[in-house]
């Protein structure tokens, strides 16, 4: 599910990095990645949840950036 570009381009990781974010699907369901760290947010029923504690951390964790 696609969401509305202006929103997405006004959406940022929770984290300290405060970075955009990019819509993907991962295991078949819709997520938000960080652009820094790459965690990702949930996309439940077409919004958001972008809760530190419902977030699957990046590769170097949370608020880390991935080179």
Do not use: Q
């Not at 599910?1 to 295991?27: F, G, N, Q, V, Y």
């Not at 820094?36 to 029923?45: E, H, K, W």
């Amino acid at each position: 599910m696609a969401l509305d570009k202006e929103l997405l381009d006004i959406l940022a990781c929770p984290s300290d990095d405060h970075a955009p974010l990019r819509e993907e699907t991962r295991a078949g369901a819709d997520v938000l990645v960080c652009t820094n760290c790459l965690t990702s947010y949930p996309i439940r029923d077409g919004i958001p949840v972008l809760l530190l504690d419902d977030a699957t951390a990046g590769p170097n964790g949370i608020g880390v950036h991935v080179p």
